[in-house]
């Protein structure tokens, strides 16, 4: 619903703004919660399967006040989406997790930065999407600025010929670019101060078991993964009041931005290497994300 007193110019810089601001506080989020939970890994706080559940079951009580702003009535398609989405997610995670075990995180992760490019192409199908020549273009340079940032080398698809991993992890990447047009829809089915909420318990419901499968012994929280936990709740409520902003291809391009803070993050809290190419390639994420809002 339009604010009363914006309207006409004034009110598309206002929705302009709010959508930009909300993928890029999405984007800072998820880069820091994952900065937290590394920091958990490695110092053996948890492994990959505790540590993403955890981060769902904190995040959750942050998310539950939404609540109080009103409980839409579901549709039967809200549930069969739902049907179709969760299983992704579990799926995705799965494949994840085995992509990062079988082949080095240099061969893997970069290809996660092709979701924007696939969800052009699922969100005109499935959403019905038109992106704007520029906007499409920019998407392309942060799919390709992404791919860059986390390579070891200038050039690694040849890797892929004898690696398994990366190939997993462009299965994630498709079946992310998926469960984010199904996510969409189901914000549409119900409304975008609910779904957070439902999502995230939905999530931890489902990982419980998985988490203490893999883990076999009771879960200590540590600092690290409280605060994993509470940047991950932020993610979570700024990408679905983002996504229901904007076109779905735009908001996930941006929020692949988490990469450039991630550069940042790698360097001074543990020391990684490779700065100016990866300062390169945020460069060309950023002209991406530029040519996006500018889109």
């Not at 273009?137 to 690696?163: C, Q």
């Not at 990366?166 to 409304?191: C, D, Q, R």
């Not at 419980?208 to 940047?231: D, E, M, Q, Y």
Request: glycine share 8%; charged share 10%.
């Amino acid at each position: 619903m339009r604010p009363c007193f914006l309207s006409g110019s004034s009110f598309l810089t206002y929705a302009f703004g709010m959508w930009v601001g909300l993928s890029l506080a999405c984007a800072l989020s998820w880069a820091t919660s994952d900065l937290f939970s590394k920091r958990a890994m490695a110092r053996g706080e948890a492994d990959e399967a505790t540590a993403v559940w955890a981060k769902y079951l904190i995040a959750l009580p942050f998310a539950i006040p939404l609540l109080l702003l009103g409980i839409p009535h579901l549709s039967a398609r809200f549930f069969l989406l739902q049907v179709i989405a969760f299983p992704l997610e579990i799926l995705a995670l799965l494949l994840y997790m085995r992509a990062i075990r079988l082949s080095p995180l240099s061969l893997t992760l970069p290809f996660l930065s092709l979701t924007p490019a696939f969800l052009l192409l699922i969100g005109f199908v499935a959403l019905r999407e038109t992106p704007s020549l520029l906007a499409g273009f920019g998407v392309i340079l942060i799919t390709f600025g992404g791919y860059l940032l986390s390579a070891e080398t200038w050039v690694p698809l040849s890797a892929i010929r004898k690696e398994k991993g990366p190939w997993l992890m462009i299965a994630v990447s498709f079946i992310y670019a998926i469960t984010a047009a199904l996510g969409k829809m189901l914000i549409a089915e119900s409304s975008p101060t609910f779904f957070p909420a439902y999502y995230l318990g939905v999530m931890t419901v489902l990982f419980t078991p998985i988490a203490f499968l893999r883990r076999g012994r009771t879960l200590k929280f540590s600092v690290n993964l409280v605060f994993a936990g509470i940047f991950h709740a932020g993610m979570v409520v700024s990408h679905m009041a983002a996504i229901v902003l904007t076109k779905a291809a735009y908001m996930i391009a941006l929020k692949r931005l988490a990469g450039v803070f991630g550069v940042i993050y790698g360097r001074f809290f543990f020391g990684e290497k490779r700065l100016l190419r990866r300062l390169i390639a945020a460069g060309i994420m950023f002209l991406g994300a530029f040519m996006v809002s500018l889109g």
